[in-house]
Nanobody, 124 residues
Framework: QVQLVESGGGSVQAGGSLRLSCAAS????????MGWFRQAPGKEREGVAC???????LYADSVKGRFTISQDNANNTLYLQMNSLKPEDTAMYSC??????????????????WGRGTQVTVSS
Protein backbone atom coordinates (compact mmCIF):
# COMPACT_ATOMS: atom_id res chain seq x y z
CA GLN A 1 0.00 0.00 0.00
CA VAL A 2 1.41 3.37 -1.01
CA GLN A 3 1.56 5.89 1.83
CA LEU A 4 2.35 9.59 1.50
CA VAL A 5 3.10 11.95 4.38
CA GLU A 6 3.60 15.68 3.84
CA SER A 7 5.56 18.08 6.01
CA GLY A 8 7.10 21.52 5.87
CA GLY A 9 4.04 23.74 5.84
CA GLY A 10 3.75 26.82 8.00
CA SER A 11 3.06 30.53 8.12
CA VAL A 12 5.21 33.01 6.22
CA GLN A 13 4.98 36.58 5.04
CA ALA A 14 4.52 37.44 1.39
CA GLY A 15 7.78 37.15 -0.48
CA GLY A 16 9.03 34.37 1.76
CA SER A 17 9.88 30.76 0.99
CA LEU A 18 8.94 27.31 2.19
CA ARG A 19 9.98 23.81 1.17
CA LEU A 20 7.40 21.07 1.39
CA SER A 21 8.36 17.42 1.64
CA CYS A 22 6.38 14.28 0.88
CA ALA A 23 7.76 11.05 2.30
CA ALA A 24 6.59 8.06 0.29
CA SER A 25 6.57 4.36 1.01
CA UNK A 26 5.14 1.18 -0.47
CA UNK A 27 6.13 1.70 -4.11
CA UNK A 28 9.13 1.49 -6.44
CA UNK A 29 10.94 4.81 -6.43
CA UNK A 30 11.49 6.20 -9.88
CA UNK A 31 8.59 4.38 -11.49
CA UNK A 32 5.68 6.59 -10.39
CA UNK A 33 4.51 10.05 -11.35
CA MET A 34 4.06 12.39 -8.42
CA GLY A 35 2.21 15.65 -8.03
CA TRP A 36 1.47 18.52 -5.68
CA PHE A 37 -2.02 19.92 -5.33
CA ARG A 38 -3.58 22.59 -3.15
CA GLN A 39 -7.03 23.49 -1.92
CA ALA A 40 -8.08 26.73 -0.32
CA PRO A 41 -11.26 27.00 1.78
CA GLY A 42 -14.32 27.18 -0.44
CA LYS A 43 -12.36 26.42 -3.59
CA GLU A 44 -11.77 23.34 -5.71
CA ARG A 45 -8.56 21.37 -5.53
CA GLU A 46 -5.96 22.91 -7.85
CA GLY A 47 -2.98 21.25 -9.48
CA VAL A 48 0.35 22.90 -8.71
CA ALA A 49 3.09 20.76 -10.28
CA CYS A 50 3.95 17.21 -11.25
CA UNK A 51 7.00 15.13 -12.10
CA UNK A 52 7.14 11.87 -14.04
CA UNK A 53 9.35 8.84 -13.55
CA UNK A 54 12.22 10.31 -15.57
CA UNK A 55 12.07 13.76 -14.02
CA UNK A 56 10.09 15.74 -16.54
CA UNK A 57 8.01 18.42 -14.86
CA LEU A 58 4.87 20.46 -15.43
CA TYR A 59 3.70 23.54 -13.54
CA ALA A 60 0.49 25.47 -13.22
CA ASP A 61 0.78 28.94 -14.76
CA SER A 62 0.13 30.51 -11.39
CA VAL A 63 3.35 29.10 -9.90
CA LYS A 64 5.73 28.99 -12.87
CA GLY A 65 9.04 30.62 -12.05
CA ARG A 66 8.31 30.57 -8.32
CA PHE A 67 7.85 26.88 -7.40
CA THR A 68 10.12 23.94 -8.17
CA ILE A 69 9.15 20.28 -7.87
CA SER A 70 11.87 17.69 -7.39
CA GLN A 71 12.33 14.17 -6.10
CA ASP A 72 14.99 12.19 -4.29
CA ASN A 73 14.49 8.59 -5.40
CA ALA A 74 17.15 7.30 -3.02
CA ASN A 75 15.11 8.57 -0.08
CA ASN A 76 11.63 8.20 -1.60
CA THR A 77 10.91 11.87 -1.03
CA LEU A 78 9.15 14.45 -3.16
CA TYR A 79 9.78 18.17 -2.65
CA LEU A 80 8.14 21.44 -3.53
CA GLN A 81 10.34 24.51 -3.16
CA MET A 82 8.13 27.57 -2.98
CA ASN A 83 9.67 31.02 -3.39
CA SER A 84 8.19 34.50 -3.68
CA LEU A 85 5.08 33.33 -1.91
CA LYS A 86 1.88 35.32 -2.27
CA PRO A 87 -1.23 35.46 -0.06
CA GLU A 88 -3.14 33.66 -2.81
CA ASP A 89 -0.83 30.67 -2.34
CA THR A 90 -2.50 30.05 1.03
CA ALA A 91 -4.01 26.55 0.98
CA MET A 92 -3.72 22.97 2.18
CA TYR A 93 -1.02 21.34 0.05
CA SER A 94 -1.17 17.61 -0.68
CA CYS A 95 1.07 15.27 -2.59
CA UNK A 96 -0.22 12.48 -4.81
CA UNK A 97 1.15 9.47 -6.68
CA UNK A 98 0.22 7.21 -9.58
CA UNK A 99 1.93 4.16 -11.07
CA UNK A 100 1.44 5.75 -14.51
CA UNK A 101 4.97 7.09 -14.62
CA UNK A 102 5.51 7.62 -18.37
CA UNK A 103 4.26 11.18 -18.12
CA UNK A 104 2.40 13.31 -15.64
CA UNK A 105 -0.59 15.59 -15.75
CA UNK A 106 -1.67 18.19 -13.22
CA UNK A 107 -5.15 16.80 -12.75
CA UNK A 108 -6.40 15.23 -9.53
CA UNK A 109 -8.14 12.36 -11.32
CA UNK A 110 -4.80 11.11 -12.67
CA UNK A 111 -3.58 10.10 -9.22
CA UNK A 112 -4.39 7.06 -7.12
CA UNK A 113 -2.78 7.82 -3.77
CA TRP A 114 -2.95 10.94 -1.64
CA GLY A 115 -1.40 12.31 1.51
CA ARG A 116 -3.38 14.17 4.17
CA GLY A 117 -1.80 17.52 3.45
CA THR A 118 0.16 20.29 5.11
CA GLN A 119 -1.13 23.83 5.61
CA VAL A 120 0.60 26.82 4.03
CA THR A 121 -0.47 30.30 5.12
CA VAL A 122 0.97 33.43 3.50
CA SER A 123 0.23 36.79 5.09
CA SER A 124 0.47 40.15 3.37
Amino acid sequence: QVQLVESGGGSVQAGGSLRLSCAASGYIAGSYSMGWFRQAPGKEREGVACIDSVGRTLYADSVKGRFTISQDNANNTLYLQMNSLKPEDTAMYSCAATPRGDYCVIAPGWYNYWGRGTQVTVSS
